[in-house]
């Protein structure tokens, strides 16, 4: 539901409602949208990634907690909270997964990808 959210406003942002893969945009956008939704895309895709690194940091250090501080019954961590922590990860997988796509495919569209619609930036 998080992760919907964020999506949702992404597109809310951007007036960009149909994410598909290199198909046509059903309401014509500016480059200056476009640009915006890449780079908005780019950010969010750095926030998850730095979040995921200090979520395997957390993992970590509760691998090495386990190593050392088990009770009698050999039982670190109960398995809701190591569900709870993969279904955070694959959240945010799919998430940085589904904004590295709406990342990639404005930046086909602004290279031209609707057929000359938008002129190809030399730059």
Known sequence: MFNQSILSALQEMADFN??????????????????????????LCESIEYG????????QTLGNLADTEQDFTREAMSNDNVKHIGGLIKANAYLLNALRETASLSEYYLAGGLDGEIERNDD
């Not at 149909?18 to 780019?42: A, F």
């Not at 995921?52 to 993992?59: I, K, S, Y």
């Open 18 to 43: 149909d994410i598909n893969n290199y198909k046509q945009i059903p309401v014509p956008m500016s480059k200056e949208k476009l640009t915006d939704l890449h780079c908005e895309s780019e950010n």
């Open 52 to 59: 995921l690194m200090h979520l395997g940091d957390l993992m």
